[in-house]
């Protein structure tokens, strides 16, 4: 049965919009239409489409920068919630208050800007805080957990605050990452170190841009694939593996790095995306025994019907 959108529509009138292509909010500029989308412009647009969709037993997704996301060839059928609510307060005492949906890399040039120090690594990091604080992004050394204070999550009883500790961060990894618990993350409280020479951060975010774009592929690409095995590089092994350059379609796994796959130009698609993902931890798990574990998600893939377990991607 079609999924009811008619309290999304007396809510938000026009601005819910019907059988949109994700491509556009995805990284990687590949996938299928959504049955439904909506920008949500606030904090309060977010909040009551995410409650109507808990309400409406509405299948929904909430994306950011959409920087980690695979969305299939098919779309989605449900509500997919683009978060636009983006408001930062910055405290005296190098506290900082972000919204959910804030650019993490805008925030690191405004940090930059007002002598901020802890956030530099994430310079060249696409997407947002919330989808940063969930996830544990870092580089460079640097990593979410270093900073994070205090996650905001509203879940259907109300409002929950987890404290840096509570996250329980680990690599790639934190308490709400793959919860099967209903949660939208509002907003990420993060501490930086006040009083630093903004002439030094900036130089030293160049530093970090400057490797990015030696080590990385340009392009449409959604960041690295797979999460690093303990004590080995995941790009390391899909290159020993011989896959380095392969391609299926448009989509190629980069000569450049590659733990990055490139939609190269027009007539990418997300299953090819896929198959180079099984076929790269199909070689690996063969020839080195080591199954690499996907760092982004899979969105509107039937894996059932295909014989995968959701849980290996």
Not at 210 to 237: C, E, M, V, W
């Amino acid at each position: 049965m079609d999924a009811d959108y008619s309290r999304l529509q007396e809510v938000f009138g026009d601005r819910l919009r019907r059988q949109v292509s994700l491509a556009r909010y995805t990284a990687a500029r590949l996938g299928g239409p959504a049955d439904a989308l909506l920008i949500a412009r606030d904090m309060a647009d977010l909040t009551a489409a995410v409650r109507i969709a808990w309400e409406g037993r509405l299948p929904y997704r909430v994306l950011g920068g959409g920087a980690n996301v695979l969305v299939a060839d098919a779309g989605f059928r449900g509500l997919v919630i683009v978060n636009r609510a983006d408001g930062v307060t910055f405290h005296e005492d190098g506290l900082i208050e972000a919204e959910s949906g804030a650019s993490l890399v805008a925030l690191v040039r405004r940090c930059i800007t007002r002598g901020l120090a802890g956030l530099e690594w994430a310079v060249s990091i696409p997407g947002t805080v919330g989808g940063a604080a969930i996830n544990n992004a870092g580089a460079h050394g640097g990593d979410m957990a270093a900073v994070v204070r205090k996650v905001t999550a509203l879940t259907p009883p109300g409002f929950v605050d987890y404290t840096g500790e509570e996250m329980a961060y680990g690599y790639r990894a934190s308490r709400l990452k793959g919860s099967r618990d209903p949660y939208l993350v509002t907003a990420v409280t993060m501490q930086m170190a006040p009083g630093a020479d903004p002439a030094r951060l900036a130089s030293q975010a160049d530093v970090y841009v400057a490797h990015r774009k030696r080590t990385q592929p340009p392009g449409a690409s959604l960041g690295s694939i797979f999460r690093n095995p303990p004590g080995d590089y995941a790009g390391r092994l899909i290159e020993a593996a011989g896959l380095k350059g392969a391609s299926r379609g448009a989509v190629q796994i980069s000569p450049v790095h590659a733990n990055f796959f490139v939609n190269t130009g027009d007539g990418g698609a997300a299953a090819d995306y896929l198959a180079l993902i099984r076929l790269a931890q199909e070689e690996v798990r063969t020839q080195f025994g080591i199954w690499l574990e996907p760092e982004i998600e899979l969105i509107g893939f039937d894996l059932a019907a295909s014989g995968e377990n959701s849980e290996t991607v």
